[in-house]
């Protein structure tokens, strides 16, 4: 069992926009103090900044933050993992975890770049974890053990709930949750171009939209009912929602977002070769 209690010492590589959501998650829930954290990025020029914008130690040095730390998270696009490991290796012993968040690179790529048996997670966030309400996949390659995906949990519950999966539906994971936002914020952008086109403020139609997407998410979660079972519920026979979803059912949306799902899938197996 972990040490719930425990402080991390971490090296978070490519301390970029979602390298940055998590080092602010974990500092905010105290999983790490300021100066146990050493981040990295490639550009020099944009240390300073980055470092004060943050709060932690931050540099180019990959090595250097990977020496210091007992969990190295991977945070830099997908084609870079690779030249990024090789920098690294040589810092890397089994008493060290690594996390990866990188799109569609799986633990066996990143497990033989590295000594044997070091302990490789993949995890994919998500962005609405800015606001702690993300979600993220994890999944485990070869040499982890229960304790150490632990460690992992507890670092990514900073910023939202986790699950943890197979590795072989971390594509699919990708596609759903860690694209989703995009599709959803597309379906609550024409609800609210659908409230302007009956009349209501644009700014009003974006409130109605955006509380009555996080409502019916709400629902889903806290109830547990199947989504079928609750659109029903809004469905008064004759009623206007009726009318509604048949004009839904009409321009192909469920299967559209099911089409969008699959691409994005096999988009994500890819991408490290992109
Ligand atoms: N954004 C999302 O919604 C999301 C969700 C889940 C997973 N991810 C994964 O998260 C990873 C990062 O995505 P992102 O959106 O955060 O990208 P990003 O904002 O571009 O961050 C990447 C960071 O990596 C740094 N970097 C590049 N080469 C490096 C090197 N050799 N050593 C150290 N740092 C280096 C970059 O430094 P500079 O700033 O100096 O260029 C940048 O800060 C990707 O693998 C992506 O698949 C992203």
Redesign the pocket.
Known sequence: MADKSAKHKLAV???????GILVQGFLKHKLATANAIWA????AE?VAKRSADLGVRLG?D?REAVRHADVVLV????Q??G??LD?VKQEMTPEKLVIS????VPTSFIEARLPARVPVIRA????PSILGAGITGLAAGQSVKPAQMEVARRLFETVGRTVVVDEKHMDAV?ALS?SGPAYIYIILESLAEAGVKVGLPRDLATLLAAQTTLGAARMVLETGDHPALLKDAVTTPAGCTIDGIMELEEGKLRVTLIKAVVKATQRAKE?MFA
């Open positions: 590589l490519g301390a970029g926009k979602m390298g990295t990025l490639s550009h944009k180019t990959n945070c830099v696009k997908p870079t993992v030249e990024v920098e968040i990188a799109a569609s994919m966030p998500n962005t990708t860690a991408l």
